[in-house]
């Protein structure tokens, strides 16, 4: 393993840390509540950070050769990411735009090309030559997933930010809990990091600038991967002391 | 999406106690809706008395409408009268339960 594949690994690995176990907090919510949105985004991020992403570790995407794949692995893997996006999308369609029909058919959208990008993927690496590299030879599939992320990022950024707009100016009218609009300003800051992260993995990669073998883009995206856990954990496990803190500043700006 | 019937009855008062015609009235209430972050089809009773006393009488006034502090507080009154409908659960709600504070 390189310089380049340990930050990475570290980076990514704190945060599909940060994604089960939020993601099991809030399943654990939803066996008490039976509430829609707490089973959709604690399934997406389990999905995604604690099964998917092993998944693909297990199936060997870091290895040097497609021949070195488990594509059992890897296809379980992209499967589940590709579910625990379409959880987060249906999420972000059920909390913030109910009553849109462009929502559901977003939802929709994402699990078709989730799967389009599941098959595809194992596809290419099944036919490519047994000593390429993965991350060479399903690169255009990569940057495809990415992009699936990309587009809950910029929608769920887009609504977190504008209802966290919203709340504020109900805050000053006394209509608003604090320690719940700044909730909604977190969720909203680590979409725009998650937009930013794969705006800058893919510019690099790109460039063939491989976060799997150049540290200064593993650097960047660990950097990225660690700010968006302390916003996910913020916005969902906020520590006593945090909730305290925003409690006090927001009583300051009243007086 | 229907509005909600706060909203519908304050439009409704506004029009026939005051020389402001249906369009406006409505404009004004959404107006000062938006001001507040509150929307015509989801807000309550409670969120729109606040928005009554706090922002409402400002955008009467400027529109020339006479005596708002009176025709505010008969609003007010009309709109203890309203049923309680129980909202839908709005973004605010859902993220408060999430992350332990409803």
Do not use: Q, V
């Given at each position: 393993m390189n310089s380049a594949q340990l930050l990475s690994g570290i980076g990514g690995g704190v945060f599909a840390l940060a994604e089960t176990v939020v993601g099991l907090r809030l399943l654990f919510l939803w066996w008490r509540t039976h509430q829609l949105p707490e089973l959709m985004v604690g399934a997406g991020l389990l999905l995604i950070g604690g099964i998917g992403y092993p998944l693909m570790a297990v199936g060997g995407i870091?290895?040097?050769?497609?021949?070195?794949?488990?594509l059992l692995a890897l296809g379980l893997g992209l499967a589940s990411i590709g579910l625990g996006v379409t959880a987060l999308s249906v999420f972000t369609w059920k909390v913030f735009?109910?009553?849109?029909?462009w929502g559901a058919a977003l939802s929709l959208g994402t699990l078709l090309a989730a799967g389009v990008i599941c098959v595809g993927g194992l596809r290419s690496l099944h036919l490519?030559?047994?000593?390429?590299d993965p991350v060479a030879t399903g690169a255009f599939w990569w940057v495809a997933l990415r992009m699936l992320f990309q587009v809950w990022y910029v929608w769920t950024g887009i609504e977190s930010l504008s209802e966290y707009a919203r709340a504020r100016r109900r805050l000053a009218l006394g209509l608003s809990d604090p320690v719940v609009v700044n909730r909604l300003f977190l969720w909203g800051a680590m979409a725009v990091l998650g937009v930013l992260n794969n705006t800058i993995a893919v510019a690099l990669e790109w460039r063939g600038l491989s976060p799997m073998y150049d540290p200064s883009a593993a650097l960047t995206l660990a950097a990225n991967g660690l700010g968006m856990s302390a916003l996910m954990l913020l916005t969902f496990m906020p520590p006593r002391s945090y909730v305290r803190f925003v409690c006090r500043r927001a009583a300051a700006t009243e007086t | 999406m229907a509005d909600a019937p706060a909203f519908e009855y304050v439009c409704n008062e506004l029009e026939s106690r005051t020389d402001l015609d249906r369009l406006t009235a409505r404009g004004t209430v959404r107006l000062a809706l938006k001001q507040a972050g509150l929307d015509a089809h989801s807000v309550t009773p409670g969120q729109l008395g606040v928005v009554l006393d706090k922002i409402l009488p400002a955008e009467l006034a400027t529109r020339g409408v006479p005596d708002a502090a009176s025709l505010v507080e008969a609003l007010r009154s009309g709109l203890a009268g309203l049923a309680v409908e129980t909202p839908a659960e709005t973004p605010e709600d859902v993220f408060a339960r999430l992350g332990g504070s409803a």
């Open positions: 870091g290895r040097s050769s497609n021949g070195e794949l488990s735009r109910p009553d849109r029909f490519g030559p047994p000593d390429a | -």
